[in-house]
């Protein structure tokens, strides 16, 4: 079974640009999260979807955003990028709401210059 | 929101011996606790996990150990290989399911010749 998948990889943006990052989760999940991961604050949690809608949200300012689409694939969006925002975004996927363990993906590497 | 954290940014020990990892955590709310090993380059993986009702909880090589009175959690890892070499973070999770992931600093393990 194919595991999480993140595209792109690595992204560069200056700031100011806007960007959106996708994730596919493992065949099955309907749960997919977001982290982001930086040297300084470490792994924080963004938001999770399931079934299409926002389950809980970290405390991130509104220009995070995602979504969920009806065969699970998630994406978020980040507006109006601050040099901050540089870090990499991990995405996990889980089955539901109850099953806890969560499956990453390899995360995207976004540079904002 | 209350943070889990690590007593140890880096450990070092010999190839072959017993590594032991250490994690705190202050939301006496937590109810379910897992272990991640991070790789460069790559996405957090699933180690061990532990549910608030127990106390150890053991896996190939690795035993986890939660003691709620002083909101202390371990990994163990037995006979340590080069491979182990990661950084590995604990994470705790309250609320029955639908919360993010709340993730330690992480633990830097180095595997000694």
């Known amino acids: 079974k194919a595991g999480v998948t993140q595209t792109p990889r690595y992204l560069i943006k200056t700031r100011g640009q806007q960007v959106t990052l996708s994730c596919s989760p493992i065949?099955?999940?309907?749960?997919v999260s977001w982290y982001q991961q930086t040297p300084g604050q470490g792994l924080q949690f963004l938001f999770e979807?399931?079934?299409?809608?926002?389950?809980n949200k970290g405390n991130f300012p509104g220009r995070f955003s995602g979504r969920q689409f009806s065969n699970s694939r998630s994406e978020m969006n980040v507006s109006t990028l601050e040099l901050g925002d540089s870090a990499l975004y991990l995405c996990a996927s889980r089955t539901g709401l109850v099953n806890n363990e969560q499956f990453f993906g390899p995360g995207t590497r976004l540079t904002v210059l | 929101g209350e943070s889990v954290g690590l007593h140890l940014p880096t450990l070092s020990v010999q190839e072959g011996d017993n590594s032991i990892i250490n994690c705190a955590y202050s939301?006496?709310?937590?109810?379910?606790f897992i272990w991640y090993k991070q790789e460069s380059g790559k996405g957090p993986q699933f180690i061990i996990d532990?549910?608030?009702?127990?106390d150890k909880r053991q896996g190939q090589r690795v035993t986890v150990l939660l003691n709620k009175t002083v909101k202390h959690l371990s990994l163990q890892i037995a006979a340590t290989q080069p491979g182990d070499s990661a950084v590995y973070f604990c994470?705790?999770?309250?609320?029955?399911?639908?919360?993010?992931?709340?993730f330690g600093k992480g633990t830097h393990l180095i595997i000694q010749p």
């Open positions: 532990i549910r608030s009702n127990m």
């Open positions: 939301n006496s709310a937590s109810d379910y």
């Open positions: 994470a705790e999770k309250s609320g029955g399911g639908a919360d993010g992931l709340t």
């Open positions: 065949s099955g999940h309907r749960s």
């Open positions: 979807y399931f079934s299409e809608t926002q389950r």
